[in-house]
């Protein structure tokens, strides 16, 4: 049955989501495993199917007003996809319920929230540190960089759920300087959407999604990210950004050790 409990944790991260745009992944997986206690796999495998749930509505706004770059999509899914069935098939060999496993998803899990602190706090200088690089490379190369990425996050999504948002909106400022950012933002949502099915269907069927806990979280959370992104424009980005960056990085290590 719906818990309000859970629904409220919906709530408080769809606010943030709605007020930084940092993926819920890096977010509520945490806290479903911190705070309220589930095994890893059940957080994983729940907030997959939950974030697909919700960057749908996100990827329809943005295909409304034209901010999707399909090719973009089209590239990162070339490697997500195939990179993200591929672990499934590993996880469902193993044994994925097991308390093991559930360390080393945790551990894996709390780097990828380190990285994705260091990258929302420092996106600024890694960008102007990394975009140099790529200058000048021809769109062929380019479109091989982020099929990597692609198979890079797809793997890392399927095992944490964390890294489509901050870490792979980071790198997609790298390799596509000229894009406009809203263009970028709206593309990485539109890939997270078949990337986050495929990963929460392959999760349903290893038996680690609580249906009860999703329809939970989606009660409260599509309210509260409607709020946090009607508050955005008034709530300075130079507090919230340091504030979520110091929260990821304090759980990664919470998870680490």
């Known amino acids: 049955m719906i818990h309000p409990l ?27 495993v911190l705070v309220f ?42 490697g997500s996809l195939p990179a993200a069935v591929l672990m499934l098939t590993v996880l469902a060999l193993g044994d994925w319920q097991a308390d093991a496993m559930g360390k080393v998803i945790s551990g894996i899990l709390g780097a990828a929230l380190i990285l994705t602190a260091i990258s929302v706090f420092f996106r600024q200088t890694i960008v102007a540190r990394l975009t140099p690089l790529f200058v000048g490379e021809d769109d062929a190369h380019i479109g091989r960089m982020t099929i990597i990425l692609g198979a890079i996050l797809g793997a890392l999504v399927s095992l944490t759920s964390v890294g489509a948002g901050a870490l792979g909106m980071t ?3 790298v390799l ?32 680690s999604v609580d249906l009860w806990l999703l329809a ?30 110091v929260t990821l990085a304090l759980v990664g290590i919470k998870l680490l050790v």
Do not use: C, N, Q
């Open 37 to 78: 206690g589930f095994h890893p796999a059940t957080a994983v495998g729940t907030d997959l199917l939950y974030a697909s749930a919700t960057k749908t509505a996100g990827t329809l706004v943005h295909g409304r007003y034209g901010t999707v770059d399909w090719r973009i999509v089209r590239r990162l899914a070339t």
């Open 216 to 245: 939970s979280l989606l009660l409260g959370s599509i309210p509260g990210i409607i709020v946090g992104s009607l508050v955005a424009t008034r709530v300075s980005e130079r507090v919230l950004v340091p504030v979520l960056a």
């Open 176 to 207: 596509y300087p000229k894009i406009p950012v809203a263009r970028l933002v709206g593309s990485d949502i539109a890939h997270a959407v078949p990337l986050t099915l495929i990963a929460g269907i392959g999760h349903l069927t290893m038996g």
């Open 6 to 32: 859970y629904s409220l944790a919906g709530v408080l991260v769809g606010l943030l989501v709605g007020l930084t745009g940092v993926g819920g992944g890096s977010l509520m997986t945490p806290l479903l």
């Open 171 to 173: 790198a997609l400022l």
